[in-house]
């Protein structure tokens, strides 16, 4: 029986955020609130109560020092979806799946008002509200789509309905109905629909059965079994009958609405600059350069920017002024903090995004594929409630700082308030309110942040230069890590689906990093592409768009010979150690984080679009294919950058400017019987293996040379600056100037093996020979006129042997040379990053080998390509103990950075822009 492959291991968990959370070590539980039958949707608070909406209606007032239920507020026959605090007015805001908005006074715990969105009912649920104190306005987000607002400080008598008279003085209203002589009918009180006019008392249609002179509405309250069943209250708890009826009704105008404000039901929102507990927000100050803005986020995976009137105006329209594509689901969350809004997604993402920039700074996984349905904020602290009972603390690095189970439920909603009772010594006292389905509501004692880092509004980054440094340099060498723990080899079948899940994981990984990152399918027995895009501060002109090309893949690695295991990166004497650290996983790694730095501290004036292939080592099957069907996704590009090498010392910086064309071909020479005995046959038969000998003499001269007639007759000229740059790398590296043009700049031809049919002992004739050999070839000889010369002289020469064996050549991977543009504006910038890093001159030097996916991507986009070596000379790249010091790691991260500002200020040229080959 065959021996089964050996078992990959566990593909790692796709978050780059660090764990620092200590799992005995999360907030403590203060106290608990109970619900009966009744699941938490939504909370607010003010400094003597905690408000909690509940599923069945009502809404339950909690005294936030003894913790004993005040009142229950009933009036609404739909679910409390959303709850809102206006501290300016004392009113809290109330939105039901019923269609109304309720305001109730906090002060002496009675309804005021009752608010009818336009078209009433037909706007469906309210899932989200969000109180303007600068306009006395309350904004909210409907089912049907829309956002509609309400100024209250325009609420002139017209647009009031008064409260009618009661039978009885005594005779006390229950709030659940709304008081009016007769409301106006859907159906029967409407109007056409294009006219988008409410129903009302004037529309003088046919009158029904329900369509009856004015009657006094029921004033008895509903029986337990209609509305199920509640929390007992105390003896000091307000009843249902004790409430009075609102004194006024309002209806939303007409042009208080932005119909199809969304694609997808309206399900969050939120002020900026935010006015809630525990935000540490400079307060809005007319005419000095703020404005005040609406964040709302929907079903259709969207957040939706809107700028608002400053002045108080009744009909103030906001103005959508940029809207952000999620793209993980529905919207279901949203908080806000100086310029930054952090967006709750159906898939467990959060989306963090710079409003100054219009750029997506970082994506956070907080549980793949569970829901966050609520969110809040304590200064730089992010507390994210999940579908799964679970909350997480996450602080403004991006480390996850806490993580508990909160409720044995879903946890629906959660407020910041400050409480008077808690233990704490500190003088600002806060705690985390989460409620759930289970029925609960829960108080946690939070503490601020012992390092509040600064908004980005306030420091051009989010957390300060240093702490972004820092956190993504972590974030570099925690990613590698795991990286490197999938063994993606490419040209090994059992390792198929690892490569496939190492694509997956970098497309996961450059999502958190700030990209929009998707995988390229290229066929059905080769792997995926990654391409992700790092989309730079939102300009009025276009910006540079520069592309990186990587792979993901790697060659395999046994175990002998490897100090550590090979996929198990290990950091040992200031390097790391691992299959892929070099090559190519690590430089792959530095140019993403390096993007993500500059995303975070608003600096990333370019689009970084990044490429990265998953069969470079086993020969790119399926790129240049893959690359013309994506053209268009992939966008323009004005330059290529590569990072594939190592330097050709350990201690100088280099940067790449040329490679040789490789023309791989397979040599057959075989003939039509079986393999036979040498004791038997031997000099009785023309033996394949002699011929293949005599054949393969034939291709090199005494000297080396390439004996191919016409060979060298295109090889370009060497020049005068190129002596004396190879004198000065003979300097350096301790290697004669004739050897490095050899190595570089002169084509050469290799056999690489022969092998044989039959059992290869010492006493068979083989029937069957086969050989590799490659050519590298050079500035300015033709890929194609080379490989076809290869041919034709092998054929030839084998003819002149008179053999009755027969021979095939194919060529099975050719790959062209390439020659950077040293006067090129770009290979400056580029030179520049690295002398001002390193702070010394980079040397220019060239490679022998080579990476075929650059010449085809400058001819295919028409544009010059950049080649960054990271690792050093000693990385043993494809040997055991490949490795790439910490320091080359992430200096090499800084220089792309500073390679990626310095091109931000280049011009970008036309589209029709050609490169030629002679430019190249």
């Known amino acids: 029986m065959a021996a089964a492959p050996p078992l990959s291991p566990v593909i790692p968990d796709p978050s780059l955020s660090r764990n620092v959370a200590d799992p005995q070590q999360h907030p403590q539980l203060f106290h608990s609130l109970q619900q009966l039958h009744s699941s938490v949707l939504s909370l607010a608070a003010d400094d003597g109560n905690i408000y909690t909406g509940s599923q069945d209606g009502q809404i339950y007032v909690w005294d936030k020092e003894t913790f004993t239920l005040r009142a229950v507020w009933s009036g609404h026959t739909g679910s409390i979806l959303a709850l809102e605090y206006a501290p300016d007015r004392h009113w809290l805001f109330s939105a039901s799946g019923d269609s109304t908005i309720r305001v109730w006074d906090t002060r002496t715990l009675c309804p005021l008002y009752l608010l009818h969105p336009h078209l009433e009912n037909d706007c469906g649920d309210l899932f989200s509200l969000a109180w303007n104190p600068y306009s006395q306005t309350i904004y909210f987000g409907c089912q049907d789509t829309s956002l509609q607002w309400f100024s209250f400080s325009f609420a002139v008598p017209d647009l009031i309905t008064p409260r009618p008279p009661l039978a009885s003085d ?63 209250p105390d003896s000091s708890c307000i009843q249902l009958e004790t409430i009075k009826a609102p004194i006024a ?67 103030g329209v906001p103005r959508l002024a940029h809207t952000f594509d999620c793209d993980a689901g529905a919207v279901l969350a949203l908080v806000v903090r100086g310029d930054t809004v952090y967006a709750g997604c159906q898939d467990g993402l959060v989306k963090v995004w710079d409003l100054e920039t219009r750029t997506l700074v970082r994506t956070l996984l907080v549980v793949e594929n569970v829901d966050i349905l609520s969110m809040s904020m304590l200064h730089s602290d992010l507390y994210v409630c999940s579908a799964n009972g679970d909350i997480q603390r996450w602080s ?34 806060y705690a985390l309110v989460t409620g759930a389905n289970d029925d609960t509501i829960k108080i946690w004692e939070i503490s601020l942040p012992t390092t509040s880092g600064q908004a980005l509004s306030d420091i051009g980054g989010f957390g300060g230069y240093a702490d972004i440094s820092k956190s993504i340099n972590d974030i570099l060498v925690h990613g590698l890590t795991k990286f490197v723990s999938i063994p993606s080899v490419s040209n090994s079948l059992p390792h198929k689906e690892d490569c496939r899940q190492a694509a997956i994981w970098l497309r996961k990984c450059f999502t958190q990093l700030g990209a929009d990152a998707s995988l390229l399918p290229t066929g059905a027995t080769t792997n995926p592409l990654v391409l ?90 399926g790129f240049a294919e893959t690359v013309k069907r994506h053209k268009d ?39 039509e019987g079986p393999d036979l005995h040498s004791g038997v046959d031997g000099g009785a038969t023309r033996e394949p293996m002699l011929d293949m000998l005599k054949l393969l003499g034939t291709l090199t001269d005494d000297t080396n040379k390439v004996a191919i007639p016409n060979f060298y007759d295109s090889v370009r000229a060497l020049t005068e600056e190129e002596r004396r740059s190879y004198k000065v790398l003979s300097s350096v590296t301790q290697t004669a100037a004739s050897l490095l043009a050899a190595r570089w700049r002169e084509p050469s031809l ?44 092998l054929k030839t020469r084998f003819e002149k042997m008179k053999s009755p064996n027969s021979l095939s050549v194919t060529i099975d991977h050719m790959a062209d040379w390439w020659l950077g543009n040293l006067d090129d504006t770009w290979f400056h910038a580029l030179e520049d990053a690295v002398r001002d890093e390193w702070a010394v001159e980079p040397l220019r030097i060239r490679e022998g080998g080579s990476i075929p996916s650059i010449p085809y991507l400058e001819k295919e986009f028409a544009c010059h390509a950049l080649h960054l070596p990271l690792g050093q000379s000693t990385d043993q790249a494809h040997l055991p103990n490949e490795r790439i010091s910490l320091s080359n790691l992430r200096r090499g991260k800084r220089v792309v950075e500073r390679f990626l500002a310095n091109v931000a200020g280049i011009s970008r040229p036309p589209l029709t822009d050609t490169v030629t080959d002679d430019s190249l």
């Open 170 to 232: 005594s005779l006390i209203s229950s709030g659940r109905s709304t008081p009016t002589s007769r409301k106006a009918h859907k159906f029967f009180d409407s109007y056409p629909q294009y006219t988008r006019r409410p129903a009302d008392l004037n529309a003088r249609n046919p009158t029904c059965a329900s369509c009856l002179p004015a009657t006094l509405l029921s004033t008895t309250p509903p029986s337990d079994s209609s509305t199920g069943s509640r929390t007992p």
């Open 532 to 621: 992700a895009t790092f989309h730079g501060t939102h300009t009025v002109t276009p910006k540079p768009r520069i592309l990186f090309y990587g792979h993901y893949d790697v060659i395999s690695a046994r175990r002998e010979g490897w100090t550590s295991d090979p996929f198990t990166l290990t950091g040992r004497n200031g390097y790391l150690y691992g299959r892929g650290a070099t090559d190519n996983k690590g430089p792959v790694m530095a140019v993403a984080c390096a993007a993500a730095d500059l995303l975070a501290r608003r600096a990333l004036g370019v689009d970084l679009v990044m490429l990265v292939e998953g069969e470079e080592e086993a020969g790119s099957g």
């Open 396 to 429: 403004s690095s991006f480390d996850l700082t806490g993580s508990w189970r909160g409720h044995n439920g879903i946890v629906l909603s959660s407020i910041i308030t400050r409480l008077p009772t808690l233990s704490s010594e500190n003088d600002e006292k």
């Open 249 to 315: 009704v309002f209806q939303v105008p007409p042009e208080s609405v932005i119909y199809s404000a969304h694609y997808g039901y309206v399900y969050c929102m939120a002020l900026l600059p935010s006015n809630r507990e525990g935000s540490d927000d400079s307060p809005f100050r007319k005419g000095q350069g703020h404005h005040l803005q609406l964040v709302t986020g929907s079903g259709d995976s969207t957040v939706k920017l809107w700028q608002l009137p400053e002045e108080r105006s009744s009909n």
């Open 750 to 793: 290799t056999v690489h093996n022969v092998e044989v049919s039959g059992p290869r002992n010492s006493t068979v004739i083989p029937s069957k020979v086969k050989a590799h050999v490659s050519v590298r070839i050079v500035p300015d000889q033709d890929l194609e006129t080379i490989a076809s010369t290869v041919q034709d002289y």
């Open 633 to 671: 996704k992939i966008g323009h590009i004005d330059a290529i950058l590569v990072s594939n090498s190592t330097w050709i010392a350990e201690d100088t910086p280099c940067i790449t400017y040329g490679l040789r064309g490789v023309v791989h071909c397979n040599v057959e020479i075989s003939n």
